[in-house]
């Protein structure tokens, strides 16, 4: 399992506001880290960071080796999956995997089309292949971006909240599905509320604070060990 991605001295401020401070973190191929920490304690931020979406200079962070510094360093290298689903409404379901193949990928359009059917049926909504996003529910939203996602063959996959806009029998579809990729081995980074989703399969979890990371650990030592005021203060007004 090598070192896929490495942190150093990560500072990150908005105009006067540090909301990133001396961040350092390493992330291993095949872990499954989950982000917990208070509204505004630079979740997203570090998040965007990682995936390009925020300038950073090039030394702060490397992905497998390479600075990441644009979305351009990080391109077909993270997946990333939002709480808005961010997903093309005027394409068919199959389409939203379909096009990105074929134009990012050059695919061959018989050659998508299967590997569309292939991740479609994978999260359980093959059966929506001719429909349009908005006719699915949010479940079925979010298990479309993840497959997405996954079509692009990520190294890693970024979950920031996805399941915040969602009820809990739905937000628990979009668990079962991340929880299956993580039992594939498939990296990633969920930033999350939901304490007792991500206990189950999570590798590590990783406490912010103030652009901080104030403690860390298994998920056992995170929730049932970890003697932290800020912590416990935190867990008690989650889940
Ligand atoms: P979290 O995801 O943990 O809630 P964020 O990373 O979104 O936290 O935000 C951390 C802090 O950075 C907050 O104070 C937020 O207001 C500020 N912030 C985030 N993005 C921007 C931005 N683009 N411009 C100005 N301030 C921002
Ligand atoms: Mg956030």
Do not use: W
């Not at 001295?9 to 499954?32: C, I």
């Not at 359980?124 to 292949?129: W, Y």
């Not at 498939?186 to 989703?197: D, E, F, G, P, S």
């Amino acid at each position: 399992m090598g070192e896929l991605i490495k942190i150093s001295n990560l500072s990150k401020s908005f105009a006067d506001t540090k909301v990133l401070q001396s961040l350092d973190m390493r992330v291993n191929s095949g872990e499954v880290v989950a982000i917990i920490g208070p509204s505004g304690s630079g979740k997203s931020t570090l998040v965007r960071c990682i995936a390009g979406l925020e300038p950073v200079s090039g030394d702060e962070i490397l992905l497998d080796g390479e600075a990441v510094v644009n979305t351009a360093s990080t391109h077909g290298k993270v997946g990333m999956v939002f709480q808005n689903f961010n997903l093309f409404p005027h394409f068919t379901v199959g389409e939203n995997i379909i096009k990105p193949l074929k134009t990012v990928l050059k695919m061959k359009v018989d050659i998508a089309t299967e590997k569309a059917k292939t991740l479609l049926d994978k999260v359980h909504i093959l059966d929506k292949f001719d429909q349009y996003p908005n006719s699915l529910s949010g479940g079925q939203k979010q298990r479309l971006a993840i497959a997405r996602a996954l079509a692009m063959e990520p190294e890693i996959i970024i979950f920031d909240e996805p399941t915040s806009s969602l009820d809990p029998k739905l937000a628990h579809e979009v668990f079962e599905t991340i929880s299956d990729l993580a039992k594939e081995g498939q990296t990633m980074l969920i930033v999350t509320h939901q304490i007792n989703a991500i206990r189950r399969f999570a590798t590590r979890v990783v406490f912010l604070n103030k652009g901080k990371i104030e403690v860390e650990g298994t998920p056992d030592y995170i929730f049932n060990q970890a003697d932290n005021q800020i912590l416990q203060q935190f867990l008690k007004q989650v889940d």
